[in-house]
């Protein structure tokens, strides 16, 4: 588990993220300024760049947070637990966190396609941490986590995708339920 210091930088890091997709969404992601970023934050301009390299990493800061936290879950699940139950629990409780500020921020990042890349990259730095969790936890090999892992986020980008798709009134647990039921493999069963 992280310590207090880690969570506390965690905190600060989602709270100017958040800060920052709110006026991307309101302006367009190329019109605002990190200075922009800072001042509605109310931190200077160093103090942004101590938390995130470049603008773009404003827009991923919950990536990395959300990377972070589900190892953190999955480290904390029962000893006993089998690694694809482990990781549909945790994906499911963060996927009931996704709400309409989160929908923005899918939607953002499809339309500015230097943010299409640089979330790729994020989410493959968030997977590997996961994969590595999930491995010292369970006692799996690099590779079987690496395999669970990344079938797990499929079934996370397949179920985040049609939630978009079919509107707000789609149940996103229900989706990712289906795509673990499809996607369970043959090492998942106990």
Known sequence: MAGLRERARRAVQAELAAVALELFTE??????????????????????????PAKEDAVFGGVQVMGDDIADQL???????????????????????????????????????????????????????????????????????DLLTSAAGAAVDCASREWLRRGPDADPAHLLDTAFTHLRPACATP
């Open 27 to 52: 302006r367009g992601f190329d019109e605002v300024t990190v200075d922009d970023i800072a001042r509605a934050a109310g931190v200077s301009k160093r103090s942004f760049f101590r938390y995130f």
């Open 75 to 145: 480290t904390a699940r029962p000893a006993g637990e089998p690694p694809w139950e482990s990781l549909h629990v945790v994906l499911r409780e963060w996927l009931a966190r996704i709400d309409a500020e989160s929908r923005a921020t899918l939607r953002l990042i499809e339309r500015t396609p230097s943010l299409r890349a640089r979330f790729q990259q994020r989410r493959e730095e968030a997977r590997s941490r996961i994969a590595a969790a999930l491995a010292a936890r369970a006692g799996l090999d690099p590779f079987t986590a």
